[in-house]
Nanobody, 125 residues
């Protein structure tokens, strides 16, 4: 079964940084697009970033472009999200996600069927 386990969330002051990780199992990691989503309190879940199976192509939401970096280590079946220059509006639960097949659309606007349990990021002044 597909499993996605996020970690690395926490509380940080505005302007600070965090690195999130997502360990994947139950599927061929290096053949799947991987994604990060987030959900702020009272808001719908939004796509933050995606990365192609090889790691060669990344796409970002406008709200995080230039501040967040997505990467992956296919040897470790692990996805990362580096968050820098954090803002109050970056607060939320961050989820990693993947498709149920190789070759799915790899953009933050795409729909993904598999999700982790999430990790909380709280940005304060």
């Amino acid at each position: 079964a597909v499993q996605l386990v996020e970690s690395g969330g926490g509380s940080v002051q505005a302007g600070g940084s965090l690195r999130l990780s997502c360990v994947a199992s139950g599927f061929t990691f290096n053949r799947r697009c991987m994604a990060w989503f987030r959900q702020a309190p009272g808001k719908e879940r939004e796509g933050v970033a995606t990365i192609s199976p090889s790691g060669s192509t990344a796409n970002f939401a406008d709200s995080v472009r230039g501040r967040f970096t997505i990467s992956r280590d296919n040897a470790k079946n692990t996805l990362y999200l580096q968050l820098t220059s954090l803002k109050l509006e970056d607060t939320g639960i961050y989820y990693c996600a993947t498709h149920d097949f190789a070759g799915g659309v790899c953009r933050p606007s795409a729909s993904f069927p598999y999700w982790g349990q999430g990790t909380q990021v709280t940005v304060s002044t």
